[in-house]
């Protein structure tokens, strides 16, 4: 059994039995607090119709401090059952990723699908059983982020690469902090949105606060309290006074309530995913990193002055939690009572003014935590996969036992090597004999690679190159084209590339099928001819036999081939990758299976 598989069952099956335990005790507490307060209470109302105040006083004050510690208690309690529910969640995930049946999982990325994206849709990168739904962890808005930029936008440089590696190598053996950071940001996963009117409020201009509006609020606020005080205990006051400083208040919060209110329930909307940032920060800067790229991440979480970022988001947690329910009776009372729109407002200026142009920052570097720990997964669940190395000379592409990652235990590994640029590899073979797969399965280690992930392989070596690929093509009715332009357009962005000297790497499946035998093989003759000559290298599936014959006219063409084999009368596949031309055909069978008559 896999370490991977191991770990995550026994976590389930330990935080399982701690939900259970805290169940038994949030219930106990609950029980204790009832009787607390019916007691408590009892025995006030006894005292005191006894006259005994002394005593009143002394037990009323000893069940409502018991009360309130008992709430506190349960909260904490419900914390805890609710951060191992988490756990348990996590390492279920973890379980299904091995086990295959993780395209289960809720978020796929299909948002993040781009039709016109070299590679996103052939490659299977978003979307239903993608790359994305497989390795995502995230649950914070900027790690998905940053993770589609990862497997979208992949590095270009072999030495930042290399970094990454170590990053995502370091922390794929910190599985149990890893849990606990993702356990963090899960627990209130669905209200850590979109940030935008978030950081749209903090990267607004700072208007000073007037220090005659800070005179004036006090002023109200002290003439509120001391009507209050007033008619409550003395009978120097009428009630109308109170009523109409009140409403003297309540004028003064309606000027200019648009704005302030704008910006008020924008931080009281985002109070819980402030919440998660400032855990998920803290247990960052609490971590010791061995690997720079982590390391200098660690090291973004600051400011200028070396105050931490988990201090400054507290800061602003502290003000959230003052807005509490802005709808709720008890604040519309305070509010009037205390002016205490315009002092919270005065508060998140101050904040804002002091640390607003760091705070985007800092999501940014949470979201690369998030998708650092994305990738490490993929180690920690994989130990014999490798990680690639990359080089800017050497092979082109070399790899031994090379799987599909999203195949699981069903994959098929193949060996492959392309020496030189320039070079292609056309592959034959009989339908469902492979070919597709196979182009897949170099195309998505190849962005793995890139992304500072290990591969599924037990040896890559691969240098920088662009991938583009040609595989899924369809009529875009939208836009009035037919999959054969369609596919004319996805070849010409190829070309294109090609010519401007960028080192290319191409998977094509099954081109110019839109289009009769004669022309679709004079055209693949060309166009693979043309992209060897602009040094870009890649794979070509075909059922087109002739355009082996290419081979004998360049050194930098090179024959490989699936086949089929029958047993029993029936179809039987092997997945293995074989050099030279395939020998086999299958399309009649098929035919037959399909119930059709062949005479």
């Known amino acids: 059994m896999k370490k991977g598989l191991d770990y995550y069952i026994e976590q389930k099956e330990k935080n399982e039995k701690l939900v259970l335990a805290l169940k038994k005790d949030i219930s106990k507490v ?22 005994q105040y002394a005593i009143f006083g002394a037990v009323t004050l000893l069940w409502i401090g018991l009360f309130i510690y008992l709430i506190k208690l349960h909260e904490v309690l419900l914390d805890k059952k609710s951060f191992a529910e988490a756990l348990i969640s996590i390492n279920s995930r973890g379980i299904d990723r091995i086990k295959g049946t993780w395209n289960t999982f809720k978020d796929d990325g299909k948002e993040f699908t781009e039709t016109e994206h070299p590679y996103c849709t052939d490659l299977d990168i978003t979307g239903h059983s993608s790359l994305f739904q497989w390795t995502n962890t995230s649950f914070t808005y900027m790690g998905r982020l940053r993770l589609r930029d990862y497997l979208l936008n992949p590095l270009k440089d072999k030495l930042l690469i290399k970094k990454r590696q170590e990053a995502v190598r370091e922390l794929s053996g910190e599985i149990e902090w890893r849990q606990q950071l993702n356990a963090e940001g899960m627990l209130i996963s669905e209200k850590s949105r979109d940030p935008k009117e978030l950081l749209q409020w903090v990267s607004t201009p700072v ?22 005080f007033l008619v409550a205990f003395t009978r120097l006051l009428s009630y109308k006074y109170l009523l109409l400083a009140a409403a003297v208040n309540f004028l003064v919060l309606a000027l200019g309530s648009r704005k302030r209110n704008e910006n008020l329930d924008t931080v009281h909307k985002y109070k819980d995913g402030i919440r998660v940032y400032e855990r ?6 609490d971590k010791e990193f061995k690997s720079e790229a982590a390391e200098e991440l660690k090291r973004r979480f600051e400011t200028e002055n070396k105050v931490k970022a988990s201090v400054v988001i507290r800061e602003l947690k502290a003000v959230a939690d003052l807005l509490a329910d802005r709808a709720n009776m008890a604040y519309i009372i305070i509010d009037i009572m205390f002016l205490w729109d315009y002092r919270t407002e ?12 760091y705070f985007e920052g800092w999501l940014e570097a949470l979201g690369e935590v998030e998708a650092l720990c994305s990738l490490s997964n993929i180690a920690f669940e994989n130990e014999k996969w490798c990680f690639p190395e990359i080089g800017a000379g050497g092979p082109v592409l070399q790899a031994e036992n090379l799987g599909h990652p999203l195949l699981g235990d069903k994959r098929v590994c193949n060996d492959i090597t392309i020496k030189e640029k320039g070079s292609v590899v056309l592959i034959t073979g009989s339908n469902m004999s492979g070919k597709s797969t196979f182009l897949r399965t170099v195309g998505i280690n190849l962005i793995l690679s890139y992304c500072g992930a290990p591969v599924c392989a037990s040896g890559f070596k691969c240098s920088l190159m662009e991938v583009y690929t040609c595989m899924r093509v369809s009529d875009n009715l ?8 369609a596919e004319i357009l996805r070849i010409k962005m190829i070309v294109n590339a090609s010519r401007e000297n960028i080192n290319i790497f191409f998977l094509l499946d099954e081109i110019f099928k839109g289009t009769n035998s004669i022309d679709r093989h004079q055209g693949a003759k060309v166009l693979i001819k043309q992209l060897s000559r602009c040094g870009a290298s890649g794979l070509v599936s075909t059922h087109d036999l002739e355009l082996g014959e290419m081979e004998k006219e360049s050194p930098r063409i090179f024959n490989y081939n699936f086949q089929e084999y029958y047993e029993a009368g029936e179809l039987r596949f092997d997945y293995r990758l074989r050099k030279g031309i395939s020998q086999t055909r299958n399309a009649m069978h098929i035919i037959r299976l399909a119930g059709i008559d062949i005479e």
């Open 30 to 51: 609950s029980y204790l607090r009832l009787a607390d307060f019916v007691l408590g209470l009892g025995t006030s109302i006894y005292t005191y119709t006894l006259g």
């Open 346 to 357: 005065r508060m998140l200026k101050k904040w804002k003014s002091n640390y607003g142009r």
């Open 280 to 285: 998920m920060i803290k247990s960052i800067e």
């Open 207 to 228: 208007e000073k606060g007037s220090i005659v509006s800070l005179i004036v609020t006090n002023i109200l606020t002290l003439t509120i309290l001391t009507a209050i």
């Open 478 to 485: 939208e836009k009035s084209i037919s999959s054969f332009y």
